[in-house]
């Protein structure tokens, strides 16, 4: 089985449990079983399906209510199964949503932390340093690049804590688990995504 999340810059497959990503401008490897897949990108989805005959996109078959008007499939499905927590999904944006009761109340989307890096690059190239993840965010910064990394960590924390108080916080995607380490009461999980993906498939075996 082989399943497939559709960004806004990569293919992010799990191809018998081993990821693999590609770039929407990279040629994609031929495969020849039926890819499962869900998509935020209207292009790069057409792409997947002019070249390769066998797809299902999953989006068909997901049943999620919510009055949250516009909300990406990829935000629907990490949020599957959850009945207490704020979902954060780190990836090229972050995005937060709150499930109380197993009833999706709404959420928001912050710039991921390569965008708020890529950010400080276009302002200088005197600011063009890694993310510091380790920075004390206890302490004022004494050097640039701790003072950016500062800034954007706590660009993304506050908003997160505010809005979570007590909850319990599930962090997934890419920069899910470095971001989980700054809270308490939080649990990361890399596969989420496919997880639930899994879940909407053995719920309809008619697609399996």
Not at 81 to 89: K, L, S
Not at 135 to 146: A, E, H, K, R, S
Not at 166 to 175: H, S
């Amino acid at each position: 089985m082989i399943l497939c999340d559709i960004g806004n810059t990569t293919y992010h497959f799990l191809i018998d449990g081993i990821h693999k990503r590609y770039y929407l401008n990279e040629k994609l490897p031929e495969f020849k079983e039926r890819i499962y897949y869900i998509s935020v990108n209207d292009n790069a989805a057409k792409v997947l399906e002019n070249t390769h005959n066998d797809c299902i996109n999953l989006e068909e078959y997901l049943d999620f209510d919510t009055e949250y008007k516009g909300m990406g499939i990829d935000r629907k499905v990490v949020c599957l199964g959850v009945e207490n927590a704020v979902i954060v999904d780190a990836g090229s944006a972050i995005t937060v949503d709150i499930m109380e009761n197993a009833e999706h109340k709404g959420g928001f989307i912050l710039p991921g932390m390569s965008s708020l890096k890529k950010a400080y690059k276009e302002i200088s190239s005197k600011l063009d340093y890694e993310i510091n993840t380790k920075v004390n965010l206890d302490t004022i910064p004494l050097c640039t690049q701790d003072a950016m990394s500062y800034s954007i960590l706590q660009s993304i924390i506050l908003p997160i804590k505010e809005i979570a108080k007590e909850k319990k916080i599930i962090f997934t995607g890419g920069d899910g688990e470095s971001l989980s380490k700054y809270f308490d009461n939080c649990i990361y999980k890399d596969d989420l995504i496919f997880k639930n993906m899994k879940g909407i498939i053995d719920a309809n075996n008619c697609i399996a």
